[in-house]
T-cell receptor, first 108, second 114 residues
Framework: GESVGLHLPTLSVQEGDNSIINCAYS??????FIWYKQESGKGPQFIID?????DKRQGQRVTVLLNKTVKHLSLQIAATQPGDSAVYFC???????FGAGTRLTVKP | DSGVTQTPKHLITATGQRVTLRCSPR?????VYWYQQSLDQGLQFLIQ???????AKGNILERFSAQQFPDLHSELNLSSLELGDSALYFC?????????????FGSGTRLTVV
């Protein structure tokens, strides 16, 4: 089975709202997690990463939170825009598996 | 442009045929990964090469094979093609074997088997 799993296969939000995509992992062997965004017909694109010595990392409009106690991480997108519509994957560094991802749809 | 180059972008072929997909990794990257993505499916990991050697295998069929050449480009060979092999095939590269800096993906090859 997957060592990381996204909680919801789909997420629909209103433009301008904040989005939260959640991901759980099953063991603590990894010290590095990466979020990818895949737009339709394109290859996945690196968004943001986080190492296990951090609890939070911020990028431009995106924040990743890592809770090692409950083995959970989340990707928060502020002021979601139509261009954020895509499939999002969370991946561990030593695991090549991407899983099915969460499809984010932004409604105008 | 991600720096990972995949050719061809599109390929249409008949069942039973054999095709070769090519990938040039980003400059400086030693690892190459191949993924298959069928319609509305997640990315299925096929195989990884690091500096010319096979490093990890995923859900790769026996009809499929790959190799990485001394110049680090990689080829994915798909033979005895079936309709179900129609998919997007992505190549990704990373600096090292432990993928400590994530993957960089190419734009993919869309294979249609008719």
């Amino acid at each position: 089975g997957e060592s990381v799993g996204l909680h919801l296969p789909t997420l629909s939000v209103q433009e301008g709202d904040n989005s939260i995509i959640n991901c759980a992992y099953s063991n603590s062997a990894s010290d590095y997690f990466i979020w990818y965004k895949q737009e339709s017909g394109k290859g996945p694109q690196f968004i943001i990463d986080i190492r296990s010595n951090m609890d939070k990392r911020q990028g431009q409009r995106v924040t990743v939170l890592l809770n090692k106690t409950v083995k959970h991480l989340s990707l928060q997108i502020a002021a979601t825009q139509p261009g954020d519509s895509a499939v999002y994957f969370c991946v561990r560094d030593n695991d090549m598996r991407f899983g099915a991802g969460t499809r984010l749809t932004v409604k105008p | 442009d991600s720096g990972v180059t995949q050719t061809p972008k599109h390929l249409i072929t008949a069942t039973g045929q054999r095709v070769t997909l090519r990938c040039s990794p980003r400059s400086g990257d030693l690892s190459v990964y191949w993924y298959q993505q069928s319609l509305d499916q997640g990315l299925q990991f096929l195989i990884q090469y690091y500096n010319g050697e096979e490093r990890a295998k995923g859900n790769i069929l026996e009809r499929f094979s790959a190799q990485q050449f001394p110049d680090l480009h990689s080829e994915l060979n798909l033979s005895s093609l079936e309709l179900g092999d129609s998919a997007l095939y992505f190549c990704a590269s990373s600096v090292d074997d432990r993928k400590n800096y994530g993957y960089t993906f190419g734009s993919g090859t869309r294979l249609t088997v008719v």
